[in-house]
């Protein structure tokens, strides 16, 4: 599994597309550095980065990868070795790498400018996301053979959660806004993993803005130790749930 | 009859101070030599032990009373004649919760230098570690007022000077508690370089006019760190409001100054930075308002100065009624707030002008240092917030961005001429007098 593990990893290392993108995440959060210095705003800007940019490269690069290693995959399938290490070694060298990248590409900035807890819990988040999406792209790609096909679904993945499932609970907001709805948001919430570091973040960011009955409801739940556990948590699940499944799908498919 | 005349001249540096303290000086000039005929005044000593109760029993007016250190345990200690009371070395005097400490309705008395603590919990009586009626010229000074129901109360007096003071009160329920510094119905007033804190109210005045209240500090008190009603006239400067559980809340009052003074940390629902209801003609101006969950909050209040204000971290910087009108806001600052200005109405009579937004996102081809398109600081989305509070969960969403970009291009649910149209580029360059 190691030696796997190195070979995939070393695969990933040549494409040099992992490297493109820590140097592209290198020259943002200095520039956003250097645009302004007040962290809180840093973070701010960081956020769009983590919640849109990093699932989209982690949700593409995942498949595209994935295809591109279909021979080395078959190959290794057709030696004595377990179906399910050669697909956990895969998942490991590409969720590996990226969240490598994100740490290297944001971290790095954050020690020579310095960080607060805000910017620490982000990176926390980021790195999570990277594993979410990852998996959510193995998923896509075991699901079908085609390439074009499942880079469609992983779009799709991306926009249902970085969009649509926003609009959805807006919609619900607005249909059934007569009702107390602080339980039914914070369920839903649960339920998109970008909405989850959203708001995980806006604890750290927003909180004066949270003020209201609301805003002190989810305060109290997101804001507390319980809380902050609680959605950790459930960030691991959703980094678990793809990864269960593809897997599950990868050992019984016809490769 | 008036037998002495104490020297100490309250100083209030309010306009109309001055002209009070001149013509005092004038008054003594006059009658002060038919005076002095009288008996000389004497310093009487108080020591540990001994009464201050007997002691302004024997003492004549304009006499001086000296308290040396000790614990004195007395109450209600009424002072009716024109005295100077001077602790030294910070005597105690302890009402053991029976009630007010110094009863004071004579002119021209001077209390410095004391250590006055537990009053007791009395909302019939309001105890008061000093409490004073209809008296003029009084100084209260460098005393420490701890663990009192109300620490400073005043009523009907005028030329009031209390400075150097350091209130605070341990009760947590605003039920039992009472201010800090206490004015009703009085006029002329000096309170400066207090700390207060753990009160209900840190500075009440309700019918106090001229006031000039500057570099106190009040924070941490159960309900507003300063309130007060049909005060007019009155000035604030370089006061520190901290983390009080409702900010500060101003009311049906006109010629206010406010400037250089700091509201800071007061974060809940009920909380406000400064909450201005029914105030005209004002001019808030230097102050920085920082981290509060709304900064200001304005009702019904009109032809209002806002210039050079710092709005930092606050989650809305303003909130604005469309009950107020001609109020102008110019050259302020407004930084890493979430919402910089909502509104409830669509008909905007405020003017906003050259301010400085951190979320503009314009251009300057002129490069006169203001961007040459308009900068609408209304968000959508607080509009929504402001209707369906749970909405607030969709904050800085992707989709959320979208329609707020798309409302900024063209307004449709928030007043199209809510707007700065001259937004600064770079922050002004704001002097806050900070030492």
Request: net charge negative.
């Amino acid at each position: 599994m190691i030696k796997l593990l190195k070979y995939s990893l070393y695969n990933i290392l040549r494409t040099k597309f992992t490297l493109l993108y820590t140097a592209f995440l290198l020259l943002a959060t200095f520039s956003i550095y250097n645009l302004d210095p007040d962290l809180a705003k840093v973070s701010l800007s960081l956020l769009n980065v983590v919640l849109l940019v990093v699932p989209l490269i982690c949700i593409i690069f995942g498949t595209v990868h994935f295809y591109n290693s279909y021979e080395f995959m078959e190959l290794m399938l057709s030696q004595p070795i377990n179906r399910s290490t050669v697909f956990i070694s895969q998942y490991l060298a590409v969720g590996l790498s990226l969240c490598l990248a994100f740490v290297i590409g944001v971290g790095i900035p954050m020690i020579l400018y310095g960080a607060d807890l805000a910017l620490l819990v982000l990176l926390a988040v980021g790195v999570m996301l990277s594993l979410i999406f990852t998996g959510l792209a193995f998923l896509a790609s075991v699901l079908t053979r085609d390439k074009a096909k499942a880079i469609g679904i992983t779009l799709l993945f991306w926009v249902y959660f970085s969009l649509i499932y926003d609009g959805l609970i807006l919609y619900l907001i607005y249909v059934f806004y007569d009702y107390p709805l602080e339980h039914a948001t914070l369920a839903m919430v649960m339920l998109n993993p970008v909405d989850l570091a959203r708001i995980i973040m806006l604890m750290q960011l927003d909180i004066s803005a949270l003020m209201g009955f609301t805003g002190a409801f989810f305060q109290d739940f997101y804001g507390s130790m319980k809380g902050n556990l609680i959605s950790f948590g459930v960030l691991l699940i959703w980094i678990l749930i793809p990864f269960y499944f593809s897997r599950r799908v990868f050992l019984k498919k016809d490769i | 009859m008036i037998n002495q005349i104490n020297l100490t001249i309250p100083l209030t540096t309010s306009g109309k101070g001055y002209i009070h303290c001149f013509l005092w000086v004038f008054l003594m000039a006059v009658f002060i030599p038919f005076d002095l005929v009288g008996q000389k005044p004497k310093v009487l000593e108080v020591r540990e032990g001994e009464q201050i109760k007997k002691a302004i029993e024997k003492a004549q007016p304009g006499d001086t009373i000296v308290v040396y250190p000790g614990i004195y345990r007395e109450h209600e200690i009424i002072v009716q004649k024109s005295l100077t009371l001077i602790g030294i070395d910070f005597p105690v005097v302890d009402s053991e919760e029976n009630g007010d400490i110094f009863l004071i309705a004579a002119n021209s008395t001077t209390v410095t230098g004391f250590e006055l603590i537990n009053t007791g919990h009395s909302n019939l009586n309001d105890h008061s570690a000093i409490k004073v009626f209809d008296s003029n010229h009084l100084r209260v000074e460098n005393n420490r007022i701890l663990n009192s129901f109300f620490g400073i109360h005043i009523s009907n007096s005028k030329n009031i000077t209390i400075r150097d003071c350091f209130l605070e009160a341990y009760e947590l329920s605003s039920q039992r508690t009472g201010n800090g510094i206490h004015l009703w119905k009085s006029d002329t007033a000096l309170i400066a370089n207090n700390f207060i804190a753990g009160h209900r109210d840190g500075i009440y005045l309700e019918f106090a006019t001229e006031v000039e209240t500057s570099h106190n500090i009040v924070e941490k008190n159960n309900r507003y760190g300063l309130h007060f009603m049909f005060s007019h006239d009155n000035s604030y400067y370089h006061n520190e409001f901290r983390n009080n559980d409702a900010g500060v809340a101003v009311m049906y009052t006109r010629n206010v100054v406010m400037e250089y003074n700091l509201f800071e940390d007061n974060l809940g629902s009920g909380s406000y930075g400064v909450l201005l209801k029914d105030i005209s003609n004002s001019t808030i101006r230097y102050n920085r308002i920082v981290n509060n969950s709304i900064g200001i909050y304005m009702d019904g209040s009109n032809n209002n100065t806002f210039e050079h204000n710092l709005f930092r971290r606050n989650g809305y910087a303003i909130k604005l009624l469309a009950s107020n009108d001609g109020n102008y806001l110019g050259k302020n600052n407004f930084i890493g707030n979430t919402f910089d200005i909502s509104t409830s109405g669509m008909i905007i009579t405020n003017e906003l002008h050259k301010n400085y937004w951190d979320k503009y996102e314009g251009y300057d081809l002129d490069r006169d240092g203001y961007g040459d398109v308009p900068f609408r600081p209304i968000n959508m989305y607080s509009t929504i917030v402001e209707r369906i509070p749970s909405a607030i969960i969709l904050w800085r969403s992707f989709m959320i961005t979208l329609l707020d970009r798309a409302e900024r291009v063209i307004p449709a649910i928030t007043p199209e001429n809510m707007k700065d149209e001259k937004p600064k580029m770079r922050p002004h360059d704001i002097d806050f007098k900070l030492e």
